[in-house]
């Protein structure tokens, strides 16, 4: 009888102790989230205590990025590039083959499972780049450059190839904890778009991004259907021009990437596609339009 009772007494005590625990841990979560608040600079100035519980101040994760929360980041960063960065073109025909183009390489991607969203952006110098959750972008100079479709789908097929990689999530993070913005609880939603805008836009990728977007663009244009050796075909094309592309002049050397795709072709006996080869109908529907 006395070990029952000691038992029914640490049964007491046990229960006892959990039933202080259902308010003792969101107390002691409030503590840790203060100390947060209080002492990181990610969060604003002017940001109070109660932002941080009722969702005034967001914070990301890189580390464990949800697809839902990758594209709404996605969609922020979007905002901020056409509010401040650049102007979409003011062309339906032209947004919309861009768009079909596109389209038709996600059932043939890496991600199929987001939505896609390919805008063109006017600029004179010839560029591609894309930030998170589907989010692509050409410039008009670009377009203006390729000489078929399938020029065009192997420089959204290497854009897809960075997102299904999460190649700007990764640099992000790198980028974050390098220059101690990031909390101990993640970085603020806010500083994350600012620096993913600046990761997209200004910082080269890495030789290894670069060569791992070229591997997944070049299986996912041919795999729609495109000839592979467009893709390689177009660097040379920007290589031999007078005005080498800022984002081909970045590391690492287009020639290596040249030679590592038509190696790649060879090895993989890619199949040649005959989808986009003419340059009748790019002509009608984009250059046509660009120099009118």
């Not at 007491?12 to 608040?37: D, E, H, L, Y």
């Not at 203006?144 to 854009?159: F, I, R, Y």
């Not at 990761?199 to 060569?211: C, D, I, T, V």
Request: with cysteine; glycine share 6%.
């Amino acid at each position: 009888m006395l070990t029952a009772m000691k038992n029914d007494h640490k049964k007491f005590c046990f229960t006892r102790w959990f039933n202080r625990s259902q308010w003792i841990f969101p107390i002691i979560s409030m503590i840790v989230a203060f100390g947060i608040w209080a002492t990181s600079s990610a969060w604003p100035a002017n940001a109070s205590f109660f932002d941080l519980f009722s969702g005034g101040i967001q914070v990301i994760q890189l580390s464990n990025l949800s697809d839902r929360q990758e594209i709404d980041l996605g969609r922020q960063m979007n905002q901020q590039i056409l509010q401040t960065q650049f102007h979409a073109i003011n062309d339906s025909v032209i947004t919309q083959y861009v768009n079909r183009v596109g389209q038709h390489l996600v059932s043939y991607s890496q991600r199929p499972n987001i939505p896609y969203h390919f805008q063109v952006v006017k600029d004179k110098q010839i560029n591609a780049f894309a930030t998170t959750g589907g989010y692509v972008y050409v410039t008009t100079a670009l377009l203006a450059a390729a000489d078929n479709e399938a020029q065009l789908a192997s420089v959204l097929g290497h854009e897809m190839g960075h997102i299904a990689a999460r190649h700007v999530i990764k640099q992000m993070k790198q980028q974050a904890i390098e220059s101690g913005i990031v909390s101990a609880v993640g970085l603020n939603k806010n500083t994350a778009v600012n620096l993913g805008v600046q990761l997209a836009l200004n910082l080269p990728g890495s030789r290894q991004h670069e060569f791992e977007a070229d591997h997944k663009g070049l299986f996912t244009f041919t795999k729609a259907g495109y000839d592979a050796s467009a893709m390689p075909a177009f660097m040379q094309k920007l290589v031999n021009s007078s005005s080498v592309p800022a984002f081909l002049s970045t590391h690492p050397a287009t020639p290596d990437r040249i030679r590592t795709l038509n190696q790649l072709i060879t090895e993989n006996h890619l199949s040649n596609g005959s989808l986009g080869l003419g340059n009748t109908n790019y002509k009608a529907a984009i250059r046509s339009r660009l120099n009118s």
